[in-house]
């Protein structure tokens, strides 16, 4: 029985073999090396479950290093051109640089989307102090949802509305809009010959007293549907007319102004698009340009009806990659333009912006017309005419990819704009640029790198076109629009 003992003697044949019996102080030290090694992968295994559940948390939360750096643009050029440093240019992006990386360093006409739409939309309708109740949104369909409803229904209604396409198609919130709209009392002076002319394009003032509504021209007389009118384009007077019996808002008094570049003193003012007018105060931009006709009058028809357009988006990999451009290169006024527009200073004085554009021969870039632009090219670039560029809107809801230059950007006035585009998200809907470094924009458009999120924007824009483009949604607009003016007496106009 010693044999098995640990104390017994080592038999002759183990100690030949210069092994001996393990001692007790061996299996003790062998059994907390095995202890230890657990403990080591039950550490790791923990640590490793630990490093997971933190990443997963970030991740959700958005607190990815990446993103963080990102979703702090570099401050709009026009901006900084606004500050006391005049002479202060930002250098246009080198041209071979792809969207994704001129967006990374905060090229202004170029810009990354932000975050999901969900979290923002949340965000910035709570900042605005904007209601969205989730139960009650709602896209209204028809015209006819507004007859019979009182000024409180249809307010309500349209406010649910474009909640619900503030969610659905990543616009903004057309009340968002008005409270961060720039008051541009500071715009530049006008030379004195073109300031006097413009001043004295006030035609006519509205009186609205919630269920009748009165014209009367300059001079204080009443304008009546067979005498003459003493509107430029009639056709935005007879919209503005029919926008008002329809949605009938709160009363009010307004002037309006129906010249593609009218300027005049006191308000509140109604005009069809951010020209000159616009820097004067509590001026309203209503859908009033006769591109709208169609939504006001046909409604309840389909938008791709209405503006003739595809009813899906399709895109055309083989077309060609360039932004095209077809128009008047004649069209625009360039002693406004080339006052009151910004970033526009490779151009001459006695340039129009489309004639500045043309002349930098730009490929892709041509005036005239031409039939098959919607299908000869994946972009368009929507410039300036006599007033906003009309191609805009044709563009989105042809699912091309819209270049903007000029327009609306971050709450300042680039150049003439239509309604809807302070509604539209730059990088999200279309992307935006300005003739300053127009060429740079075009270069990262057709970088091989940018084709898949030029597509997307694309998509984007044709499918938030669709909706903003019906009936409902250019009149809820307008009614919310409405309600936000100014109820001032006027002081242009004598009472009626």
Wanted: charge should be positive.
């Amino acid at each position: 029985p010693g044999r098995f003992c640990v104390d017994s003697p080592e038999p002759p044949s183990v100690r030949k073999m210069g092994l001996g019996w393990p001692s007790r102080s061996s299996g003790i030290a062998h059994r907390a090396m095995r202890r230890n090694l657990v403990l080591s992968l039950l550490s790791g295994i923990l640590l490793a479950f630990l490093f997971h559940c933190t990443f997963s948390w970030a991740r959700i939360h958005d607190f990815s290093p990446t993103k963080k750096l990102i979703r702090f643009p570099a401050a709009p050029i026009v901006e900084l051109q606004s500050q006391t440093f005049s002479g202060l240019r930002l250098p246009p992006p080198p041209t071979s640089a792809p969207i994704d990386e001129l967006q990374s360093r905060g090229h202004s006409g170029l810009r990354l989307p932000p975050p999901p739409f969900s979290r923002r939309a949340e965000a910035n309708l709570a900042a605005q102090k904007i209601h969205c109740d989730r139960e009650s949104e709602s896209e209204l369909l028809l015209k006819s949802w507004f007859v019979n409803k009182n000024t409180s229904e249809i307010l309500d209604g349209c406010n649910a509305h474009f909640c619900a396409l503030v969610r659905t198609t990543r616009i903004k919130h057309p009340k968002e809009v008005f409270q961060n709209q720039a008051v541009w009392v500071d715009a530049p002076e006008l030379p004195e010959k073109e300031k006097n002319i413009m001043e004295t394009r006030l035609e006519a003032c509205f009186f609205w007293d919630g269920k009748r509504s009165t014209v009367l021209d300059k001079t204080g007389v009443v304008v009546s549907s067979g005498g003459k009118s003493p509107f430029t384009h009639g056709i935005i007077a007879d919209h503005f007319q029919h926008i008002v019996q329809t949605v009938k808002p709160p009363p009010f008094n307004a002037t309006i102004s129906t010249h593609d570049n009218g300027w005049h003193r006191g308000g509140p003012n109604m005009v069809h698009s951010a020209n000159p007018q616009c820097f004067a105060e509590h001026t309203t931009i209503l859908p009033l340009a006769k591109e709208n006709r169609p939504s006001l009058f046909k409604p309840d028809e389909g938008v791709h009806k209405m503006y003739n357009s595809p009813a899906q988006f399709t895109w055309d990999e083989a077309a060609a990659a360039d932004c095209g451009w077809a128009g008047s290169g004649g069209t625009g006024y360039s002693h406004i333009q080339s006052v009151l527009n910004v970033n526009r200073t490779v151009c001459k004085i006695t340039e129009t912006d489309r004639e500045c554009v043309l002349g930098m021969k730009l490929p892709g870039v041509a005036g005239g017309r031409r039939k098959s632009l919607f299908s000869s090219s994946k972009c368009l670039m929507a410039i300036d005419g006599n007033s906003f560029a009309s191609i805009f809107r044709d563009g989105l809801l042809h699912g091309k990819l819209v270049l903007r230059v000029g327009g609306y950007n971050h709450g300042k006035r680039v150049s003439s704009y239509e309604w809807f585009e302070p509604l539209l998200v730059e990088g999200v809907h279309y992307m935006r640029s300005d003739i300053d470094h127009l060429r740079g924009s075009l270069s990262s458009i057709r970088a091989p790198e940018s084709h898949r999120r030029i597509r997307e924007i694309a998509e984007t824009g044709f499918n938030a076109a669709r909706k903003l483009f019906s009936g409902t949604s250019v009149l809820c607009y307008s009614a919310l629009a409405m309600a936000e003016i100014p109820r001032t007496p006027l002081h242009v106009c004598k009472q009626p």
